[in-house]
């Protein structure tokens, strides 16, 4: 499959997000992608006013125009506009963006919100790396040494890998043919690979000349998640008795453990009991007889 189909559209809702995103019923879904269409066209040629369609598409790569986002809300078209040069596009003062957005108002007959977004390293990207060879051929560079080069500096920025197809009238023959290269790797079966994908169309004296690129940027891996700290569990002594033996085993100890605390008791009271009666003994007299001679009085 990686072999057949779009890049970009083989990893939508994977590692990438559609560049329309709004839902339409069935009634109002076939304007809105018409309108959506007619949108990208203008803004692609935009910025060469009523020139001719090739001088037109030359100023598109001069404002470095990488892709355009469309959003929609009730009565609002959001517009996010991915520019190698901003300031093309924004102008003196915002004028840039004020005349865009009047007349993108026109054709889409609602509000619209413009946001522009710089594009920090331009080869990296697949679609502005296409229109910088487009824009060698077409200035009659060697198409050899345009390609050749474009893929050395992605590689020193940073690519993992990078590979360019050329077809058409190369040099002017008079057979059309295919042109190649590359370097590194380029996984289209891989879904986690960051693909880019980019085309355009480099137009000749001789005819268009169709450009494909390819650029790999890496994998982007599903984020890891921090295993959650145990639990610290709570002593054996400090949990509940459980039904069973354990309940039974508390009762028989209690059971053992009280004879011996009466025993002990026991012990003490006689320890004390013959200290008292010996006390008391010696209280008292020793024979009845004292105890009389103790009473009767004496005589003279």
């Known amino acids: 499959m990686g072999q057949k189909v779009n890049p970009i ?33 203008f803004l692609r040629g935009r910025f060469a006013g009523d020139a001719s369609k090739r001088q037109r598409r030359a100023a598109s790569r001069d404002a470095g125009i990488s892709r355009i986002e469309i959003e929609r809300a009730p009565n609002l078209l959001k517009l996010t506009l991915h520019t190698a040069r901003p300031g093309i596009i ?17 054709i889409v007959k609602s509000k619209v919100h413009i946001n522009v977004q710089e594009v920090r390293q331009p080869e990296l990207d697949a679609q502005l790396v296409a229109e910088n060879i487009a824009g060698q051929i077409e200035r009659r560079i060697a198409f050899k040494r345009a390609v050749r080069q474009t893929v050395q500096r992605s590689m020193r920025m940073g690519a993992q890998g990078v590979r360019v197809l050329c077809s058409g009238r190369l040099g002017g023959g008079d057979m059309s043919r295919k042109y190649g290269d590359r370097d590194g790797k380029i996984p289209l079966h891989t879904l986690r690979a960051d693909l880019d994908y980019g085309f355009t169309e480099a137009h000749t004296q001789y005819g268009n000349i169709g450009i494909k690129v390819w650029l790999y940027r890496g994998d982007i891996l599903p984020e890891r998640r921090e295993p959650e700290p145990k639990r610290e569990q709570a002593p054996a002594a400090a949990e509940k008795p459980r039904r069973g033996w354990r309940r039974v085993s508390v009762a028989r100890k209690d059971e053992a453990a009280a004879p011996a605390d009466e025993t002990a008791a026991e012990a003490q009271v006689a320890a004390e009991t013959p200290q008292a009666s010996s006390a008391a003994e010696s209280e008292e007299p020793q024979n009845d007889v004292d105890a009389i001679e103790g009473q009767v009085p004496e005589t003279a």
């Open 9 to 41: 559209g083989l990893r939508v809702g994977i590692n990438r997000d559609w560049d329309s995103r709004w839902y339409a019923r069935k009634a109002t879904y076939r304007e809105w992608v018409l309108e959506d269409a007619r949108v990208r066209r």
């Open 90 to 106: 924004i102008g003196r003062g915002g004028r840039g963006v004020e005349d865009i957005r009047a007349e993108v108002e026109q």
